[in-house]
């Protein structure tokens, strides 16, 4: 809660307020007691409960539920104390505060115990119960053939969210451009991406694309692929289930770049064509570089579902053939869920966590040159 | 393990089955005979329902025509009335509004609308007698392991009633978190009457009974039998230089030989297929598949510890018996159907199967129940039943060595599963009143009637009772004799069968199969050879059996063996 | 915009070799469109129309409703939806009004909530410089994103454990609470971008005409990022509205969603290509609907000539 209190509003931006410099010194102080109260009474209840629930006293709450209502009410006294003891700058964090403060709440706990759980040899039908094991799920990790072949697959994975982009910008700019039936195409361009991926394993994956029966086997049929087992050799089956993830998000991707092309100003494209410039030069002079911010973003959300694709693999292939289809997520949904091994499974979900933390800020970093040399 | 929806038993479809009924009888009667000789053993005694009063016999009978056989889905009206009509012990054992007050939450699957939604039914007019209420937690079948093993570890059990399967029981009943089963209620479902298999210690741990049954599981053997009536496959085997007639295999090496030959021929205009492997992991499950490959190998008669040496929890996944059954699967992948690859058991048998492709398939009973109600299938009248098929020569891992039996082939069912059950939570003991009330929720869903009416109509659940093998009951339902005989043969004969291959209850037995599934599937895809493969599975269930507590895990697969 | 505003200019006056381009041009872009308006729509028919087909065909891959197959309430039947069921008891029924119910309440609950505080952070992260110790605004705004990373699965024991402690297992406000951290995230990066495209002297305008920077915030920029607010909006409630794994784990009897009845549709049995196939087309359902409505706020906005 200290971090939060020095939020402040960097000293360049303008002040617009002119507070009166009297009243200014009280509210102050009443800002910071306030806060000060309120942190007081927060660690209390924190303290006093965590002492019931260790059985070093006799009086708490029967749940934690109270200690949630104690921290919406500091967070409360923490946003009007802010306010008051610092004016437009309080004003300021208070924009930022709330999410910060929701986002702590639920992920603080679920993370720590996360990092926990991923340092001990815990099998939930093991009747001895979990027990730390130094870095031994780490070590094992390292000789786990499974986990390094569905992180080969992820590269590719990822690698073809570049299609993806490509494919969601063409469509983007189809979508903006005037059109016939616009609301038509909008509507029926989303709607993929509103069916649940356990309806598109089943009715797509399984179904329209069964070797027998599958509307688009028999189409394959008849463009000359005879044995259309979609999923029976490794590359096919890796192309199919992208084809299939790709067909749910890309939607996605083009609702984002939609808002984005929407959001531009028209008249930097006019100025473009005032120069006479073709519509393929304006798009790569003007628009892609304008969109790139957007397009970052939508690449990096985009990025984050890939790396957690694990729903249509678990229901279509289940990895196979051989792991050629294995995700990272699915593999470790196996060793959590179907083995009961979460020790060694979050273990292998934190390492997942800081490598693509690691390649992200890369990822962000370059992107952050790039678009400073082009616009 | 069998979730029957039989859906749609339309009286067009019947009508017009019965039309072509005409045209496939001969074939079935002939391949009939054949399944009646393919165990090798004599049918045990069955019609045990003659005990009966002639009161409870109307009653059976009564129940059997709700809604009639062929007459459609039964409704959620139609459960409730069933349910009321068995609720006779219930209103022997407890008074009227007896359990007022009193919240029950039942933790069981939704497997396609049936299961809780069945349960449901059943017990409205229970809940509407005794006064209790009970609350519904329906798991998809997909997150039951992982819900219950999960809730156990966090102390997050919010249920009082759970419906498991036996395999569980290792993780449940082993932690102590089930109540014992009181004298009462044994008396009122009648435990006599179960089938041997589900007999103590199935359903105890430590000599205390905690289970109710109320499904009872086995592989079984599904053919064709029109492939194997089929004249000009006959004269093509012949040509081919094959020993012996053109018939049904009665051993592995059979189904081997039969399924390589099969490749290539049609059968009435279709591409002809023999064996189907469900290559294709599911959770687990699809280690029971290769597991049935293996019991003719790997169950030595009168031992009966198979998957581990029950001394030492060493695996014998890898011993020679294994690895052949491995091998069979991969001589046997490249004469199956170009995507059987990428098969689980469910695609095998409904989408593959009872779709009409392949002729030979392992399943629990539900592809047979489903074959001839279900419209989704298209065998219904060429299907037949037998027990698993067996191995010329068995391997004994005391002396190492392959014996071929003097009296023939060995025949080892797989007795996968063993069936769901009712079990009621230890929680509930210390409120007598919610003690009792659960009890007798349980004892009624496991009510020896209920048992009959809900395996001869869609409800997921198979025979699992003596009584439930008088073929004259069916017949008078409207079943056909020479179908339900053969079904329920192939059932109770691999239920009683003195060498069938028992599971292993102990705990985690899901994550032995997991593991083994994943390698299994890197060899059925060429990256390994079988033995190297089989090798690394031991390896990880000797790291798996360690984790768990090798010592606990010697005590709990001895118990599950019934040592 | 770039490429058939072109087009468009080109109309006024055309030559031949013009016209040939601008006739080669309009059929490539409504070719594409079309081609991909089936790409995403064939799939939905299929479903739809399987939701009509008894099993047979299904399995037979029949296509067009009374030229392939009869049509017949089979799927919805089995919902207890059908006109035959809709009077009779049916558990199914029950079971999937229920769940909508919650599906509804739960998904446009997470969302607003999202959306409430992911654009009051877009903005704060758009237009003031935060210092929060070590961290500046990228660091803040990567801190949001990185709660979207760990794969969920992991989660289970942790968010069980909290939950329990918590008493929000199996309530629509815990489940609430879980969707709204895994979009929050995305509305704050959408939000953000949005926000950066409106240039700061809009804000300082408002400012000196006597507006506060709430002020600003909610009557001023708020009303011009409409489009990606509801961009932001359709696919928060697309992702909580199909979200299964924590709808599995943290819900018993009362919070139940629509996904897990969904997969329910398939077991050891086969799988109710019929049933799944009506519970899919009927969750969809009011997605589509909210799209239709929804999607006029996605054109209009900035390129409508709200600001300059």
Same mark, same amino acid.
């Given at each position: 809660?200290?971090?939060?209190?020095?939020?402040?509003?960097?000293?360049?931006?303008?002040?617009?307020?002119?507070?009166?410099?009297?009243?200014?010194?009280?509210?102050?102080?009443?800002?910071?007691?306030?806060?000060?109260?309120?942190?007081?009474?927060?660690?209390?209840?924190?303290?006093?409960?965590?002492?019931?629930?260790?059985?070093?006293?006799?009086?708490?709450?029967?749940?934690?539920?109270?200690?949630?209502?104690?921290?919406?009410?500091?967070?409360?006294?923490?946003?009007?104390?802010?306010?008051?003891?610092?004016?437009?700058?309080?004003?300021?964090?208070?924009?930022?505060?709330?999410?910060?403060?929701?986002?702590?709440?639920?992920?603080?706990?679920?993370?720590?115990?996360?990092?926990?759980?991923?340092?001990?040899?815990?099998?939930?039908?093991?009747?001895?119960?979990?027990?730390?094991?130094?870095?031994?799920?780490?070590?094992?990790?390292?000789?786990?053939?499974?986990?390094?072949?569905?992180?080969?697959?992820?590269?590719?994975?990822?690698?073809?969210?570049?299609?993806?982009?490509?494919?969601?910008?063409?469509?983007?700019?189809?979508?903006?451009?005037?059109?016939?039936?616009?609301?038509?195409?909008?509507?029926?361009?989303?709607?993929?991406?509103?069916?649940?991926?356990?309806?598109?394993?089943?009715?797509?994956?399984?179904?329209?694309?069964?070797?027998?029966?599958?509307?688009?086997?028999?189409?394959?049929?008849?463009?000359?692929?005879?044995?259309?087992?979609?999923?029976?050799?490794?590359?096919?089956?890796?192309?199919?289930?992208?084809?299939?993830?790709?067909?749910?998000?890309?939607?996605?991707?083009?609702?984002?770049?939609?808002?984005?092309?929407?959001?531009?100003?028209?008249?930097?494209?006019?100025?473009?064509?005032?120069?006479?410039?073709?519509?393929?030069?304006?798009?790569?002079?003007?628009?892609?570089?304008?969109?790139?911010?957007?397009?970052?973003?939508?690449l990096l959300i985009r990025i984050i579902f890939k790396l957690k694709l694990a729903d249509i693999v678990i229901t279509v292939t289940g990895g196979g053939p051989g792991g050629a289809t294995d995700t990272v997520?699915?593999?470790?949904?196996?060793?959590?869920?179907?083995?009961?091994?979460?020790?060694?499974?979050?273990?292998?979900?934190?390492?997942?966590?800081?490598?693509?933390?690691?390649?992200?800020?890369?990822?962000?970093?370059?992107?952050?040159?790039?678009?400073?040399?082009?616009? | 393990?069998?979730?029957?929806?039989?859906?749609?038993?339309?009286?067009?479809?019947?009508?017009?089955?019965?039309?072509?009924?005409?045209?496939?009888?001969?074939?079935?009667?002939?391949?009939?005979?054949?399944?009646?000789?393919?165990?090798?053993?004599?049918?045990?005694?069955?019609? !045990?329902?003659?005990?009966?009063?002639?009161?409870?016999?109307?009653?059976?009978?009564?129940?059997?025509?709700?809604?009639?056989?062929?007459?459609?889905?039964?409704?959620?009206?139609?459960?409730?009335?069933?349910?009321?009509?068995?609720?006779?012990?219930?209103?022997?054992?407890?008074?009227?509004?007896?359990?007022?007050?009193?919240?029950?939450?039942?933790?069981?699957?939704?497997?396609?609308?049936?299961?809780?939604?069945?349960?449901?039914?059943?017990?409205?007019?229970?809940?509407?007698?005794?006064?209790?209420?009970?609350?519904?937690?329906?798991?998809?079948?997909?997150?039951?392991?992982?819900?219950?093993?999960?809730?156990?570890?966090?102390?997050?059990?919010?249920?009082?009633?759970?419906?498991?399967?036996?395999?569980?029981?290792?993780?449940?009943?082993?932690?102590?978190?089930?109540?014992?089963?009181?004298?009462?209620?044994?008396?009122?479902?009648?435990?006599?009457?179960?089938?041997?298999?589900?007999?103590?210690?199935?359903?105890?741990?430590?000599?205390?009974?905690?289970?109710?049954?109320?499904?009872?599981?086995?592989?079984?053997?599904?053919?064709?039998?029109?492939?194997?009536?089929?004249?000009?496959?006959?004269?093509?085997?012949?040509?081919?230089?094959?020993?012996?007639?053109?018939?049904?295999?009665?051993?592995?090496?059979?189904?081997?030989?039969?399924?390589?030959?099969?490749?290539?021929?049609?059968?009435?205009?279709?591409?002809?297929?023999?064996?189907?492997?469900?290559?294709?992991?599911?959770?687990?499950?699809?280690?029971?598949?290769?597991?049935?490959?293996?019991?003719?190998?790997?169950?030595?008669?009168?031992?009966?510890?198979?998957?581990?040496?029950?001394?030492?929890?060493?695996?014998?996944?890898?011993?020679?018996?294994?690895?052949?059954?491995?091998?069979?699967?991969?001589?046997?992948?490249?004469?199956?159907?170009?995507?059987?690859?990428?098969?689980?058991?469910?695609?095998?048998?409904?989408?593959?199967?009872?779709?009409?492709?392949?002729?030979?398939?392992?399943?629990?009973?539900?592809?047979?129940?489903?074959?001839?109600?279900?419209?989704?299938?298209?065998?219904?009248?060429?299907?037949?039943?037998?027990?698993?098929?067996?191995?010329?020569?068995?391997?004994?891992?005391?002396?190492?060595?392959?014996?071929?039996?003097?009296?023939?082939?060995?025949?080892?069912?797989?007795?996968?599963?063993?069936?769901?059950?009712?079990?009621?939570?230890?929680?509930?003991?210390?409120?007598?009143?919610?003690?009792?009330?659960?009890?007798?929720?349980?004892?009624?869903?496991?009510?020896?009637?209920?048992?009959?009416?809900?395996?001869?109509?869609?409800?997921?659940?198979?025979?699992?009772?003596?009584?439930?093998?008088?073929?004259?009951?069916?017949?008078?339902?409207?079943?056909?004799?020479?179908?339900?005989?053969?079904?329920?043969?192939?059932?109770?004969?691999?239920?009683?069968?003195?060498?069938?291959?028992?599971?292993?209850?102990?705990?985690?037995?899901?994550?032995?199969?997991?593991?083994?599934?994943?390698?299994?599937?890197?060899?059925?895809?060429?990256?390994?050879?079988? !033995?190297?493969?089989?090798?690394?599975?031991?390896?990880?269930?000797?790291?798996?059996?360690?984790?768990?507590?090798?010592?606990?895990?010697?005590?709990?697969?001895?118990?599950?063996?019934?040592? | 915009?770039?490429?058939?505003?072109?087009?468009?200019?080109?109309?006024?006056?055309?030559?031949?070799?013009?016209?040939?381009?601008?006739?080669?041009?309009?059929?490539?872009?409504?070719?594409?469109?079309?081609?991909?308006?089936?790409?995403?729509?064939?799939?939905?028919?299929?479903?739809?129309?399987?939701?009509?087909?008894?099993?047979?065909?299904?399995?037979?891959?029949?296509?067009?409703?009374?030229?392939?197959?009869?049509?017949?309430?089979?799927?919805?039947?089995?919902?207890?939806?059908?006109?035959?069921?809709?009077?009779?008891?049916?558990?199914?029924?029950?079971?999937?009004?229920?769940?909508?119910?919650?599906?509804?309440?739960?998904?446009?609950?997470?969302?607003?909530?999202?959306?409430?505080?992911?654009?009051?952070?877009?903005?704060?992260?758009?237009?003031?410089?935060?210092?929060?110790?070590?961290?500046?605004?990228?660091?803040?705004?990567?801190?949001?994103?990185?709660?979207?990373?760990?794969?969920?699965?992991?989660?289970?024991?942790?968010?069980?454990?909290?939950?329990?402690?918590?008493?929000?297992?199996?309530?629509?406000?815990?489940?609430?609470?879980?969707?709204?951290?895994?979009?929050?995230?995305?509305?704050?990066?959408?939000?953000?971008?949005?926000?950066?495209?409106?240039?700061?002297?809009?804000?300082?305008?408002?400012?000196?005409?006597?507006?506060?920077?709430?002020?600003?915030?909610?009557?001023?920029?708020?009303?011009?990022?409409?489009?990606?607010?509801?961009?932001?909006?359709?696919?928060?409630?697309?992702?909580?509205?199909?979200?299964?794994?924590?709808?599995?784990?943290?819900?018993?009897?009362?919070?139940?969603?629509?996904?897990?009845?969904?997969?329910?549709?398939?077991?050891?049995?086969?799988?109710?290509?019929?049933?799944?196939?009506?519970?899919?087309?009927?969750?969809?359902?009011?997605?589509?609907?909210?799209?239709?409505?929804?999607?006029?706020?996605?054109?209009?906005?900035?390129?409508?000539?709200?600001?300059?």
């Amino acid at each position: 809660m200290t971090a939060s209190a020095s939020m402040a509003a960097a000293d360049n931006e303008p002040e617009f307020d002119n507070p009166d410099i009297v009243g200014a010194h009280a509210r102050i102080a009443a800002g910071k007691a306030l806060i000060w109260a309120a942190s007081i009474l927060f660690v209390a209840a924190l303290l006093v409960q965590t002492l019931y629930a260790a059985g070093a006293i006799g009086f708490g709450f029967a749940t934690w539920r109270p200690i949630l209502y104690a921290y919406a009410l500091w967070g409360i006294a923490l946003g009007v104390g802010q306010v008051m003891a610092r004016g437009e700058a309080g004003l300021r964090a208070l924009f930022v505060l709330p999410a910060a403060l929701f986002t702590l709440a639920v992920a603080i706990f679920p993370t720590l115990f996360g990092f926990y759980i991923a340092s001990l040899d815990w099998n939930l039908a093991a009747l001895g119960g979990p027990h730390f094991n130094d870095f031994d799920n780490f070590v094992q990790m390292f000789h786990d053939p499974y986990y390094w072949n569905a992180l080969a697959n992820m590269v590719f994975y990822v690698v073809m969210v570049l299609a993806e982009y490509a494919i969601a910008f063409g469509l983007a700019l189809l979508l903006n451009a005037e059109i016939r039936a616009r609301k038509f195409f909008r509507v029926a361009f989303l709607i993929p991406f509103m069916l649940s991926p356990v309806a598109v394993s089943w009715m797509i994956g399984k179904s329209l694309m069964e070797y027998r029966f599958g509307p688009l086997a028999r189409l394959a049929r008849d463009f000359g692929w005879q044995t259309p087992a979609f999923f029976a050799y490794p590359w096919t089956a890796r192309f199919t289930i992208e084809a299939l993830d790709a067909w749910m998000w890309i939607p996605f991707m083009v609702i984002l770049l939609l808002a984005g092309l929407q959001a531009m100003s028209k008249e930097v494209i006019e100025a473009a064509k005032v120069d006479g410039a073709s519509p393929w030069q304006a798009f790569w002079k003007v628009t892609f570089p304008l969109m790139l911010p957007v397009s970052i973003t939508t690449l990096l959300i985009r990025i984050i579902f890939k790396l957690k694709l694990a729903d249509i693999v678990i229901t279509v292939t289940g990895g196979g053939p051989g792991g050629a289809t294995d995700t990272v997520s699915s593999f470790i949904y196996r060793v959590y869920r179907d083995r009961s091994n979460v020790g060694y499974g979050t273990a292998l979900a934190m390492f997942y966590l800081i490598l693509i933390i690691l390649f992200l800020m890369l990822l962000l970093r370059i992107a952050k040159r790039f678009t400073r040399n082009v616009v | 393990m069998k979730i029957e929806t039989y859906e749609q038993i339309m009286r067009a479809q019947l009508s017009r089955r019965r039309l072509l009924q005409g045209a496939a009888m001969t074939g079935a009667a002939a391949a009939l005979g054949t399944a009646g000789g393919l165990g090798g053993f004599a049918s045990p005694a069955h019609a !045990q329902a003659s005990g009966l009063s002639d009161a409870e016999k109307a009653l059976r009978k009564q129940i059997l025509q709700i809604p009639g056989v062929g007459k459609g889905s039964p409704t959620d009206a139609d459960y409730r009335k069933v349910g009321e009509l068995c609720l006779a012990p219930t209103k022997a054992a407890i008074k009227e509004g007896e359990f007022k007050g009193v919240e029950l939450t039942f933790m069981g699957l939704n497997n396609q609308n049936t299961h809780d939604f069945l349960f449901r039914g059943f017990l409205h007019s229970w809940e509407e007698y005794t006064g209790a209420k009970i609350n519904w937690i329906d798991l998809a079948q997909a997150d039951y392991n992982a819900r219950l093993q999960q809730a156990i570890s966090t102390g997050t059990i919010d249920w009082d009633m759970l419906e498991m399967g036996a395999p569980f029981e290792g993780d449940v009943c082993g932690r102590g978190l089930t109540s014992e089963m009181p004298d009462w209620v044994k008396k009122m479902i009648d435990t006599e009457d179960y089938v041997n298999y589900l007999k103590p210690p199935v359903g105890t741990w430590d000599g205390k009974l905690y289970r109710v049954s109320i499904d009872g599981d086995c592989h079984n053997f599904n053919y064709r039998t029109d492939y194997f009536s089929d004249k000009d496959l006959a004269k093509a085997w012949k040509d081919a230089g094959h020993k012996g007639e053109w018939g049904l295999p009665k051993t592995w090496q059979e189904v081997q030989e039969v399924t390589k030959f099969l490749k290539g021929k049609t059968i009435g205009g279709q591409p002809a297929w023999g064996y189907l492997d469900p290559p294709k992991p599911w959770g687990g499950f699809g280690f029971y598949f290769l597991a049935s490959r293996t019991t003719a190998y790997a169950k030595y008669p009168g031992e009966a510890a198979w998957l581990f040496d029950p001394d030492t929890m060493k695996p014998r996944v890898n011993n020679p018996a294994f690895v052949r059954a491995i091998q069979d699967v991969v001589d046997a992948l490249p004469y199956e159907p170009p995507n059987q690859i990428n098969a689980d058991p469910n695609e095998t048998g409904f989408a593959e199967f009872l779709g009409g492709t392949g002729s030979m398939v392992v399943w629990w009973g539900d592809v047979g129940a489903a074959a001839k109600t279900s419209d989704t299938s298209v065998v219904g009248d060429v299907c037949g039943f037998s027990i698993l098929p067996g191995s010329d020569d068995v391997y004994n891992s005391k002396t190492g060595k392959w014996e071929k039996p003097s009296s023939g082939p060995n025949y080892a069912p797989n007795l996968a599963y063993l069936g769901w059950g009712i079990y009621v939570m230890k929680k509930v003991d210390s409120d007598d009143k919610k003690h009792k009330a659960a009890w007798s929720a349980a004892a009624h869903l496991g009510g020896k009637d209920l048992a009959l009416w809900t395996s001869a109509y869609p409800s997921g659940f198979q025979c699992y009772r003596n009584s439930q093998h008088d073929i004259d009951e069916w017949v008078e339902a409207g079943y056909d004799r020479g179908y339900i005989t053969s079904y329920l043969d192939s059932q109770f004969n691999s239920y009683n069968h003195p060498n069938a291959a028992i599971e292993p209850r102990i705990p985690g037995i899901f994550q032995y199969y997991s593991l083994a599934e994943d390698e299994l599937a890197k060899v059925f895809a060429g990256q390994e050879k079988p !033995q190297e493969g089989a090798d690394k599975i031991a390896a990880a269930w000797e790291k798996l059996t360690d984790q768990l507590g090798r010592e606990q895990q010697i005590k709990f697969y001895k118990a599950a063996l019934g040592k | 915009m770039a490429v058939t505003a072109d087009l468009d200019d080109s109309f006024a006056q055309p030559g031949n070799t013009q016209r040939a381009k601008i006739v080669v041009g309009r059929v490539l872009v409504y070719g594409a469109l079309i081609i991909w308006a089936i790409v995403c729509l064939f799939p939905i028919y299929w479903t739809v129309t399987t939701s009509f087909k008894s099993a047979i065909d299904v399995t037979h891959g029949h296509l067009v409703p009374w030229l392939d197959f009869i049509p017949n309430w089979k799927g919805w039947g089995s919902l207890g939806l059908s006109p035959d069921t809709i009077f009779q008891i049916s558990t199914p029924r029950h079971e999937f009004i229920g769940r909508f119910e919650n599906s509804i309440f739960i998904s446009i609950g997470a969302s607003l909530l999202a959306l409430l505080l992911g654009s009051l952070a877009a903005y704060g992260l758009s237009r003031f410089q935060y210092k929060f110790g070590p961290m500046k605004n990228d660091d803040i705004l990567f801190f949001f994103i990185s709660q979207l990373i760990l794969p969920p699965v992991v989660l289970a024991l942790p968010f069980l454990v909290l939950y329990k402690e918590l008493a929000l297992l199996d309530t629509r406000i815990g489940l609430i609470f879980v969707y709204t951290l895994t979009v929050l995230p995305i509305v704050v990066w959408i939000m953000r971008d949005q926000f950066n495209t409106i240039p700061v002297e809009l804000d300082e305008a408002a400012l000196v005409d006597g507006l506060s920077i709430w002020g600003v915030f909610f009557r001023i920029i708020l009303p011009i990022t409409l489009p990606g607010l509801v961009a932001a909006f359709i696919l928060s409630l697309v992702l909580t509205w199909n979200e299964y794994f924590f709808a599995s784990l943290l819900t018993a009897s009362d919070a139940k969603t629509l996904p897990v009845m969904v997969a329910s549709q398939t077991g050891s049995q086969g799988i109710n290509w019929w049933s799944m196939a009506a519970l899919s087309a009927a969750a969809i359902a009011p997605l589509v609907i909210v799209g239709i409505f929804l999607e006029r706020y996605i054109v209009k906005g900035l390129s409508t000539g709200a600001v300059k």
